[in-house]
């Protein structure tokens, strides 16, 4: 949904998971928000000019968890409208995830940007997650990782 004068956004990330003595884990990241709140969510960042989705989604999931991921399939996408105080504008975001399987990296190798990376089991990960429209993503993963 675009909105009338509004800037629009685009990035990508991934569900980047392996498997573990309780299922399968994926991989989240811890951000600290302005106020000091803090938040787990998908790895996730700019689409870079030139750049693919596919590309984007593997540097910025590399960058933000340390982990080296392989796309596997497109999972869906998310839009999402915001205010952003920096650019005095209203944004229409649409982030589009990948589902990757873990080919190596260590989660302790993330960049600045993030306070944290960690694996956690499927279900709890659900449950830890801010955003509700990655939520959703997680909750396709399910059906997509059954066919893998």
Same mark, same amino acid.
């Given at each position: 949904?675009?909105?009338?004068?509004?800037?629009?956004?685009?990035?990508?990330? @991934?569900?980047?998971? %392996?498997?573990?003595?309780? @299922? !399968?884990?994926?991989?989240? !990241?811890?951000?600290?928000? =302005? @106020?000091?709140?803090?938040?787990? &969510?998908? /790895? =996730?960042?700019?689409?870079?000019?030139?750049?693919?989705?596919?590309?984007?989604?593997?540097?910025?999931? %590399? +960058?933000?968890?340390?982990?080296?991921? +392989? !796309?596997?399939?497109?999972?869906?996408?998310?839009?999402?409208?915001?205010?952003?105080? +920096?650019?005095?504008? =209203?944004?229409?975001?649409?982030?589009?995830?990948?589902?990757?399987? &873990?080919? @190596?990296?260590?989660?302790?190798?993330?960049?600045? *940007?993030?306070?944290?990376? +960690?694996?956690?089991?499927?279900?709890?990960? *659900?449950?830890?997650?801010?955003? /509700?429209? *990655? %939520?959703? !993503?997680?909750?396709?993963?399910?059906?997509?990782? %059954?066919?893998?």
């Amino acid at each position: 949904m675009k909105t009338k004068g509004a800037l629009h956004q685009i990035s990508a990330g @991934g569900v980047i998971f %392996r498997p573990g003595a309780a @299922g !399968i884990e994926i991989a989240l !990241i811890r951000k600290a928000l =302005k @106020g000091g709140k803090r938040i787990w &969510c998908l /790895p =996730k960042g700019w689409v870079e000019p030139g750049e693919s989705f596919e590309d984007a989604a593997v540097r910025e999931v %590399r +960058e933000e968890t340390g982990l080296d991921g +392989e !796309i596997i399939q497109k999972v869906g996408e998310t839009s999402y409208q915001f205010y952003s105080k +920096e650019d005095r504008a =209203k944004i229409d975001k649409t982030v589009h995830f990948f589902l990757m399987n &873990c080919r @190596g990296g260590n989660t302790a190798d993330h960049d600045d *940007e993030v306070e944290a990376a +960690e694996w956690f089991p499927l279900e709890q990960a *659900e449950t830890l997650m801010a955003y /509700p429209t *990655e %939520r959703e !993503i997680v909750r396709k993963t399910r059906g997509q990782l %059954r066919t893998v």
